[in-house]
């Protein structure tokens, strides 16, 4: 046997690590199932370039076995192993990792999937035990070794016995402690959910022996009889929706997968299923929800796609995918382009994925715009609940696409109901100067408002800001296909010079409301009515209104 001790750097290092790199202790599952899996796809890439190994996928897996008596739990697989010199290399020195090595050497082999790359993931296990061992052989060799390591203090290697090549590794769990109970992570429950929460579309699958319950021989209706028996369950579902061709998948897949990952309750209004190549590559199913969450208004709310990196779970709201404006959006994210931090719990804000980001911005508002054309009772019920969001999108000018957004705009006119601007623009007379809106809380009051009745007799559709956002962004946009937005409470600016030619009348108005109101003005659009209150600047009374009831 020998002895060995890590380095005093690789002893600091180990103990940072294993007290302030993960935030999380469950992730040590994670972490080694990736390591299992990488060591197969090891195999493959070596299978490749050498005919005298073989890969048949069909024969890899990965296996868990608790053990509650011994209170072990052992992570097995058949990957490629270590030698001795490997296992000192890759176990012996912190942040050392084999796996990268490995991508460098095959760097021209584009096709690799393998998920390590800090050399770090292997000693987050030491968060939960005390004492881990590793069997492993090497596929080079008939010579089987064995690491040893309580932690930070160093590690033993001697030679030990395994019949194919691949690797156990047996972590003795902590003692319970009155912080934190180890015992869990040996409960088949709690295995299952760690490895469907964190590992469920790792490409091999990953096996655990349980007790099930079958009717024994002896058993008949009237006195029913079971026995025990114990058998393999596959805990992951391997082949991850997204990786699947949209053909072989019907709504009814998109509509369960929606409520396995418990983003609704209902089936979602509608889903996109992205799969590019390219520079950046990413595949994505995306989801706009029938309804709002319940804290859509609630400012903390925490928006995001769920982010896979190769099948491992790297976040769960992962807000960098999404810009503010499409928060409602849920859905996942695999992409192997995207770079990590050292604890696979953060991102690093990379050009990856702003690219990312940029794209999937894109198919949402082309998949808005198709059921906008499509569907327009659909899009009217997606326009209720989310309307608002891609309003304050074009509002908030945060690089957001204006162009695309203002065609996504539906609204109420004094002639019909959900109506874009496009459409608007479309119907009006040739000498139709402006495109015109009032302000009011419902399209009823705002039918209401008496310079309103100039424009219902001449035949002149006016646009319903009912939302007190629509000023806004109409003030944003300014026009829309050359037509400049005017609200119909605007007189025109001539109209002020025949202030100087105000009749007896006006100026005796004005003397009695002095310094109620700023000016008065003839409107002679006014039809049955005698006067209206509008606003001296920019924006109308309701605007002004909202505005006064805003925090500042
Ligand atoms: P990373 O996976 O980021 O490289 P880890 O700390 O998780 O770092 O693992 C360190 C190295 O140990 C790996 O790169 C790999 O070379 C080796 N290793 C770990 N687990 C296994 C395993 N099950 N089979 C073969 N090699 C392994
Ligand atoms: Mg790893």
Known sequence: MKNKKYN????????????????NKEI???????????????MYYIALNDDNVKFNHEDYYIRITPDKEKRTITIEDNGVGMTEDELVENLGTIAKSGSLDFKKLNEKNEEHEIIGQFGVGFYSAFMVADEISVLTRSYKEDEAHIWKSKGAKGYTIESGKKDSHGTIITLHLKENSKDEDYDKYLDEYKIRE?????????SYPIKMEVEKKRPAADSTEDDPKFESYREDDILNSSVPMWRKNKNELKEDDYNNFFRQRHFGFEDPLAHIHISVEGVISFKAILYIPSRRPFDFLNPDRKGGLELYSNGV????KCEDLLPDYLSFV?????????????????????????????NIEKKILEELAKILKNDREKYAQFFENFGI??????????????DKLKDLFIYTTTKRENITFNEYRKDMAPDQECIYYANGNSIESVKKLPQIKHFMEENIE????????????????????????????????TKEEDEKNLDDYLRKMKDLLSGEVSSIRENPNLKDDAAYLSSKGEISIEMEKTLSHMPN
């Not at 005093?8 to 935030?23: G, H, Q, V």
């Not at 760690?194 to 790792?202: A, D, F, T």
């Not at 779970?313 to 769960?316: D, F, K, R, V």
């Not at 859905?331 to 382009?337: A, K, L, N, Q």
Request: charged content about 30%.
């Open 194 to 202: 760690l490895v469907s929460h964190y590992s469920n579309y790792i």
């Open 462 to 493: 006016v646009l319903a800001l009912t939302d007190p956002i629509d000023e806004f962004v109409i003030k944003m946009l300014e026009e829309y296909d050359d037509k400049k937005f005017k609200s119909i409470s605007e007189t025109d600016a």
């Open 313 to 316: 779970l790297i976040m769960e």
């Open 389 to 402: 969001s891609l309003k304050s999108g074009a509002y908030e000018n945060y690089g957001a696409d204006k």
């Open 28 to 42: 040590f599952l994670r972490e080694l199932i990736s390591n299992a899996s990488d060591a197969m796809d090891k």
């Open 8 to 23: 005093a750097e690789t002893e600091r290092l180990m103990d940072l690590m294993i007290n302030s790199i993960y935030t």
């Open 330 to 358: 849920k859905g996942v994210v695999d992409s192997e382009d995207i770079s990590l931090n050292i604890s696979r719990e953060m991102l690093q804000k990379t050009r990856e994925l702003q690219l990312i980001k940029k």
